[in-house]
């Protein structure tokens, strides 16, 4: 009877041994099934990208399907950085609204259409302003077009992320902004906001990036044009990396697909260094 317990215990370690072993076996199989294939595509898209760079690439425009990338990165800039300017202050407004006086049923019915948006798929709001703007007001294929798309689909992110961000502030602070006899906006604007600089700026970032990496929405906003933008913001298409990476790589020739890695390099490395800017942002932030 002595001995049959320390039998028992044995048979129970090797049990909980075999199911850690699985446990962990599984748990490495399912880090290689995403591991090996993003290290695949990495190195994939950096050594083919790479060995397309040259002086050429970044100081002409693209040629049909050949030629350089200049008017793709410069209309990429233009239309991201258009959709931030119109996006930032209607989402950052959302955010103060939502965080500073967002207890009403109002504010419900924003975080509902915030969510909402969240997950409508980008090519539905690419229809919808081609139907609106390209179509019903006459914009055509444009860079006006294309922005106020990305800037729908990122002011529910930058919305969300700057009111989580203000309510993190420590209602002491706003408590003692009220007794030094400061008003409403003041308090919102210069001792919130300004406490959770850190985080909005995080969400403007990744913003940037969401925008950065668009396709669907801008092939029917803005078109595809193998010209520099000549700085009109409607009745005339722009170009885009994403269009290039989607487009080119379909075509027969190698001239083509190299355009395309050189692309998908590029659009990689500016989500690489925003994505690096965001962890510094975080960094400061208390």
Known sequence: MHDAAPARLTTLERRRYATNIVGW??????????????????????????????????????????????????GTLVLSLGSLLIATPIGIGAGIYLSEYGSNRLA????????????????????FSYITMVIGLGWKFSALAGAITLAIMVVPYLARIT??????????????AYALGARDHTVASRIVLAAAAPGVITG?????????GETAPLIYT?????????????????????????????????????????????????????????????????
């Open 25 to 74: 076996g599984l748990c490495t199989l399912a880090f290689l099934l995403i591991a090996v294939p993003l290290l695949d595509l990495v190195l994939t898209v950096t050594l083919k990208g790479a060995s397309a760079f040259s002086i050429e690439l970044f100081t002409t425009s693209t040629n049909g399907v050949t030629g350089g990338l200049q008017n793709a990165i410069i």
């Open 108 to 127: 419900a019915t924003v975080r509902f259409l915030a969510d909402t948006l969240t997950g409508t798929p980008s090519i539905v709001l690419g229809y």
């Open 163 to 176: 009111e989580l961000s203000l309510r993190r502030v420590p209602t002491s602070m706003r408590e003692a």
């Open 204 to 212: 403007v970032l990744l913003s940037l990036a969401i925008s950065v």
């Open 222 to 286: 803005a078109g595809w044009s193998n010209y520099l933008w000549t700085g009109k913001l409607t009745n005339e298409p722009i170009g885009y990396l994403t269009y290039v990476i989607w487009t080119f790589i379909n075509e027969p020739n190698p001239e083509s697909h190299a355009l395309a890695f050189a692309a998908a390099l590029l659009v990689m490395l500016v989500v690489l260094a925003i994505n690096i800017g965001v962890r510094m942002v975080m960094r400061r932030d208390p």
